[in-house]
């Protein structure tokens, strides 16, 4: 008979594992939504506009009701971290307490990428400094990368670029750290450099790279190539929200054992 401290956790991570599943289904609504497709017979197409504020309706209802049991969660598993466990029910609540958390932040990214293709997210322009960005995004991943012996380091630039620099700052943090859980060994440069108009703002990794059957699914989360992921490739592809948002570019560079390379295009600021 399993005891009550194993029985627990147990029925914790089928919970958990019930979530995800219903997190990845709601994407997929939100993906038909959005972007109805046109099929022979079918009634007129469904204007975009108005499919992107269904898709957001509808999450904005179904993701209330998630969030709160993906609280709930949490609390409890963080709550059984504190009791007395066997040794093979406390290894299940670290696990559980780190699913739950995953899971938060893959329900958080889905919900961030339906705000910004329906809009809903102000964007404040304004000149950006490159230099204090990468300044300050290496500061916040110094710590896990030295954990870790992963090299991260950045070329200092005086560069501006205009654009919303809180949400610049999220994507250049989404691909750092998707470097970095994809680095095992070596390091992550950071760097930009001019290219005629243009301001090129690149995060490389020693990563194994990706291969060229999985290069077209980098920007599709829960993909063959998502599915390597904890965050299902959520995180580069509100990156590439972000960045399309800001009148830039992402895009995504590989060579199979030799690393990768994201790189984001913007229109260089220049004083008048």
Known sequence: MLS???VSPLIIVWFLVLLGSLLWALWRVYQCMACPREEAGAAPEIDQDTGS????AFLSVVGHDLRQPLQALSLYSATLATHELQPNSRQLVAGMETAAE????????????????SGRIAFDLKPVSLGALMTSTVAAWLGEAHMRSIHLRYV????????DEAQLARALDKL?????????????????RRRGSQVWLEVRDTSGGVAPELQDL???????YGQRLPDRALGIVLAQ?????????????????RGSVFTMSFERYTAK
């Open 102 to 117: 995953t899971l938060s932040l893959q329900f958080e990214d889905v919900m961030a990428i339906a705000k910004l293709e």
């Open 241 to 257: 929200r972000i960045v399309r948002r800001l009148g830039g570019n992402l895009v995504h560079r590989s060579r199979d054992g």
């Open 218 to 224: 980098v920007f599709k989360p829960f993909s063959t």
């Open 156 to 163: 200092p630039t005086s560069i501006k670029v205009w654009a």
């Open 176 to 192: 750092v750290s998707h470097a970095l859980r994809m680095t095992e060994e070596g390091g992550v440069l950071i760097g930009c």
């Open 53 to 56: 504020q269904d898709a957001l």
């Open 4 to 6: 009550l401290s194993l």
